[in-house]
């Protein structure tokens, strides 16, 4: 996603984005918010980063659901024909 693209969803300028990329300054807390969310994480795991802390690791599927959460719903419906494809070659070699 361009910089622009990505400070017209948060409704900033691109050259805030930049900004932020450049490390020259960071998001005010509500923009942090709005990231966290978007990218499947919350508010405090993105300021524990912040702060040069790591992340604590959570289980690889509430990871997954977190981020099919803010997926688009086309990306979110190819996973789950992918999943149900790997269901049915399972249960033909199960002999279900």
Not at 19 to 41: C, F, H, S
Request: net charge negative; aromatic share 6%.
């Amino acid at each position: 996603m361009s910089q622009r693209a990505f400070g017209k969803l948060l409704g900033v300028s691109a050259t805030a984005v930049q900004y932020w990329e450049k490390g020259v300054t960071v998001p005010d807390m509500e923009n942090l918010a709005q990231i966290a969310k978007r990218a499947g994480y919350t508010l405090e795991e993105i300021l524990s980063c912040l702060e040069g802390k790591p992340v604590s690791e959570s289980s690889d599927l509430n990871q997954i659901l977190r981020q099919i959460k803010y997926m688009p719903l086309t990306q979110v419906a190819m996973i789950v024909q992918a999943a149900a494809e790997r269901f049915a070659t399972a249960a033909e070699s199960s002999g279900s």
